[in-house]
């Protein structure tokens, strides 16, 4: 059973700070991630993806690889209460046309 | 560049009675095509996936079928709807064997009374 975890939270962070979410990951043949954000009521829109070991930066947001430790992670710099939304981590199929998706965590900014 | 249509955006539906739900893409060509649901509070659960017309897999046995009668037309299906159906049903296509980033659509929330 391939499984992605990740803390629900909610992760309630001030305006201004970095956010951190993590996401750990069963399956040693997944070899691309992606983070999805779904703000409440709306479809999962994504923002990153990563392929490799290492830091990957797009604007405010820096995604993380450590696939000896299969672990990843999404920083959020200079948080806004825009971002407060849930944030989905997902690993690719190893080979199948099925990602495995966890089920989220949810990010609180407050002003 | 490509966008994914669903309808309808939200339904109400009596115990029993039937379903369809649309989602088609526009802007690629032989997309695969997947059908999740999400219940409240809840992550997505895999309903349907296909990576060619006529071909469906499914993933979870339930009372729920799907179609893909074109090229980027996805369809889901059912005869007769369970009050444990009512949730957030989310369309998503990907492209080829090697690229796993997924696009959502905007969705269609269901409530089955």
């Known amino acids: 059973q391939k499984e992605v975890e990740q803390n629900s939270g909610p992760l309630s962070v001030p305006e201004g700070a970095i956010a951190s979410l993590n996401c750990t990951y069963s399956d040693r043949g997944s070899q691309s991630f992606f983070w999805y954000r779904q703000y409440s009521g709306k479809s999962p829109e994504l923002i990153m993806f990563i392929y490799s070991n290492g830091d990957k930066e797009d604007g405010r947001f820096t995604a993380q690889l450590n696939k000896a430790s299969q672990y990843v992670s999404l920083l959020i710099r200079d948080s806004q209460p825009s971002d407060s939304a849930t944030y989905l981590c997902a690993a690719d199929g190893g080979g199948s046309y099925i990602p495995t998706f966890g089920r989220g965590t949810s ?4 002003p | ?53 006529g071909q469906i897999s499914s993933e979870v046995p339930q009372n729920l079928s799907a179609s893909r009668p074109q090229d980027r037309q996805f369809i889901l299906s059912s005869k007769k709807l369970l009050l ?20 959502f659509g905007p969705g269609t929330r269901l409530t089955v009374t």
Request: aromatic share 14%; glycine share 10%; proline share 5%.
């Open chain 1, 107 to 110: 990010l609180i900014v407050h």
């Open chain 2, 1 to 53: 560049s490509q966008t994914i249509h669903q309808w309808p955006a939200t339904l109400v539906q009596p115990v029993g009675s039937p379903l369809s739900l649309e989602c088609t893409v526009e802007g690629t060509s032989n997309p695969n095509l997947y059908w999740y649901r999400q219940a409240a509070g809840r992550g997505l659960q895999l309903l349907f996936y296909s990576v060619g017309i």
């Open chain 2, 84 to 103: 444990s159906d009512s949730g957030f049903y989310l369309c998503a296509w990907g492209q080829g064997t090697t690229s796993y980033e997924q696009y």
